[in-house]
């Protein structure tokens, strides 16, 4: 994995040797401001797991610390009020516009529209499927792509020994979200070459605990002989376990579970022997933000995408972790 993410960063890179973005170059405010003079505006998605309130809290702690003055609005996972945020922060006239898109499609004018005040926009988390990427600076966050693989990875190797079908659930996040498509995607490229390996249903739960027990008391009735839930987030997963346990059966043995996130609740029940596998995504970014926004103010360079570092972990090394595991 560490190899994987430096030769990404490797890659990056090179493409900002070629593609190079600074703040001068694209409407960014330029010059020598301290940090006590810079305004932050952040469209956060809203509260929907353990991952985001982690992500908030680390984004606040880093812009205190930082001396840098932080808008914060929560767009309780609707695009429509991120979009109402972002316009709000352009008419403020805020030094930087920050956010992580609620869903992957439909930002082209609101963005247009911050590139007209002159103000630079960073993509944090997730991404945007805009064409033009003048639109903004640079997106921090995790290879969702790469998480999905990670996760069928686990699969491949956990079923190596046996020819029998293996029918799978998979918990979908918000859809349109950049994460639950790229996670999606990166699993179905792992398990097409094993016929034995069959999605029998793939339905969202919202990335909530809510919304993942709910799917899965649904998905439970019509598909009895499942062998392995795949859940795009740690909350769907846990929302899987009370319904499985509902249902009389015990997570983690009649029933696998794969996760994303690794955070605290996902990583105890791992531990726990209820998920079985979980592949990280990292919300801690507020220190990497804040050095965007530094640079992006100050006018200089930044990478077109910077990758955040992850890793997997198995039951036992989430006994291990555990104590010590700060979200
Ligand atoms: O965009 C990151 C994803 O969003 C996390 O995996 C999920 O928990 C969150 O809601």
Redesign the pocket.
Known sequence: MKKFVTGLAAAGAVLLALTGCSAAASGGSGGDKAPEDIIVGFAQ??A?????TA?TKDVKRAFEDAGIELKFSDAQQKQENQIKAIRSYISQGVDVIAF?PVVESGWDAVLQEAKDAGIPVILT??AVDSEDESLYMTFL??D?VEEGKKAGNWLVEEYADSDDPVKIIQLE??TG???AIDRAEGFAEVIKDDSKFEIVASQTGD?TRAGGKQVTEALLKSNPDVDVIYS????MGLGAIEAIEEAGLTPGEDIKIIT??A?KDGMTALAEGKINFIVE?N?LLGDQLVDLVKKVVAGEEVEKRVVTEETTFTQEEAKEVLPDRQY
């Open positions: 998605v809203g929907e797991s353990g991952w985001r992500n992580s988390d997730r966050g995790s969702f996040g918000t979200a950049a994460p990335f795009h987030n740690d909350d994303v996130d955070v995504c919300p």
